[in-house]
């Protein structure tokens, strides 16, 4: 079974930057996807960012200009760079990879974002 197992999650000024990373325990077979979702409370997940095996990037518009997606699907990893944070940046950070036919999913990163 798959795991990923994120990092970089934290507390951060409004204005300030994260880093978040995602590794995957194996990497014996390659993702099709890599992303990253988010959920604040009270509120449904949603797509933050995601990025191809071929390098497509897609962003959600309330992060467009700031947030940067990378992935590195030879090791199964993926990053997130997070710039210009705000308070409604402030949720749970899931890290998220698709082979055809299955999806898995991280456990989860905090991101709190004080004004």
């Known amino acids: 079974q798959v795991q990923l197992v994120e990092s970089g999650g934290g507390l951060v000024q409004t204005g300030g930057s994260l880093r978040l990373s995602c590794a995957a325990s194996?990497?014996?077979?390659?993702?099709?996807?890599m992303g990253w979702y988010r959920q604040a409370p009270g509120k449904q997940r949603d797509l933050v960012a995601d990025?191809?095996?071929?390098?497509?990037?897609r962003y959600a518009d309330s992060v467009k200009g700031r947030f940067t997606i990378s992935a590195d699907f030879a090791k199964g990893t993926v990053y997130l760079q997070m710039n210009s944070l705000n308070s409604e940046d402030t949720a749970v950070y899931y890290c998220?990879?698709?082979?055809?036919?299955?999806?898995?999913w991280g456990q989860g990163t905090q991101v709190t974002v004080s004004s």
């Open positions: 990025i191809t095996h071929g390098g497509f990037r």
């Open positions: 194996e990497t014996i077979f390659s993702f099709n996807v």
């Open positions: 998220n990879a698709a082979t055809v036919g299955r999806g898995y």
